[in-house]
């Protein structure tokens, strides 16, 4: 399967071709179904998906929005998981800083 560009560090295959598809529907516009997610990659289940959409969730690349069909979200830049800042890059912080609004001047 020919990769979505972005990021894809920490991922599982499977995930990294969830997050590839789900970065080309979002570009056409259109988030697809948890049915639409297994056929594409050609799980035998949904709850596959589920997982897969869990294991993005938690390494800070996609979202799902409670209380709405096809709502999830794939982020530009992978979000921080919550955790010991110690282990991330400076450029990190500060773009996750920024997403959040929080203005930094540095010296």
């Known amino acids: 399967m020919s990769r979505a560009p972005g ?5 599982t295959v499977k995930q990294a071709d969830l997050l590839s598809y789900l970065r080309t529907r979002q570009a056409a ?4 179904s948890y ?10 289940s949904k709850s596959g998906v589920f ?3 869990d294991a993005l969730e938690e390494r800070g690349y996609a979202g799902r929005m ?6 999830i979200e794939v982020f530009p ?10 282990s991330y890059p400076m450029t990190d912080l500060l ?5 959040r609004g929080v203005r930094v001047q540095l010296a």
């Open 29 to 32: 516009g259109v988030t697809p």
């Open 35 to 44: 049915q639409e997610m297994q056929d594409a990659l050609g799980l035998s």
């Open 7 to 11: 990021d894809y560090t920490g991922l």
């Open 95 to 99: 773009d996750e800083m920024a997403r």
């Open 66 to 71: 409670r209380n709405r069909a096809r709502a």
């Open 77 to 86: 830049a992978r979000r921080m998981p919550t955790g010991s800042l110690a």
């Open 51 to 53: 997982r897969l959409v």
